[in-house]
């Protein structure tokens, strides 16, 4: 969590919501990196697990992420547990829950969907605390808010 919460401080420079992802293989090694990009490339679906997954896959030459974790500082969306399902993701570890917009239990529960073709394992609330407080300061600062509606992600 301590490289994934890197990432989500290194997401504030570009005035990007502060979440960060790290994937990490069978063996421990970190083979994708991400934070939020969406302000920096105003690119809607550049979220800190897309950016990690694509750097995974591009790292490993095969979108079948089996055997990998995912740490994220935030509880995914729909759309990032979507792609967390489609890599087929076994283990998805994250720090705060979001109550407006999570996908691996807090709203929905995309992850363990039973309907679909991949379940995943969550552990949830790994330094929810620290990766919170990150998101709480972002949010309070109107410095830091980027422009537009607020939106969790």
């Given amino acids: 969590m301590r490289l994934a ?3 989500a401080n290194g997401a504030l420079a570009s005035g990007d919501v502060p979440v960060g992802a790290v994937v990490i293989d069978a063996d421990g090694r970190v083979i994708g990196r991400g934070r939020n990009e ?3 490339h105003q690119d809607p679906t550049l979220h800190a ?3 990690a997954i694509r750097a995974a ?3 490993t030459r095969d979108w079948h992420l089996t055997g990998c974790t995912l740490v994220v ?3 995914p969306c729909v759309m990032c547990a979507g ?3 489609a890599a087929r993701i076994p283990l998805v570890v994250f720090g705060a829950w979001d109550e407006k917009a999570g996908a691996a239990g807090s709203l929905y529960d995309v992850l363990r969907d039973r309907r679909l073709n991949h379940r995943v394992e969550v552990v949830s609330g790994v330094d929810e605390a620290e990766c919170g407080r990150l998101l709480t300061e ?3 600062d109107p ?3 980027p422009a537009g509606p607020i939106a969790t992600r």
């Fill in 73 to 75: 500082t935030l509880e």
């Fill in 49 to 51: 697990e897309i950016v």
């Fill in 83 to 85: 792609a967390v399902v």
């Fill in 38 to 40: 969406r302000e920096l």
């Fill in 143 to 145: 410095q830091r808010r």
């Fill in 5 to 7: 919460l890197r990432e």
């Fill in 57 to 59: 896959a591009a790292s």
């Fill in 138 to 140: 972002f949010f309070g």
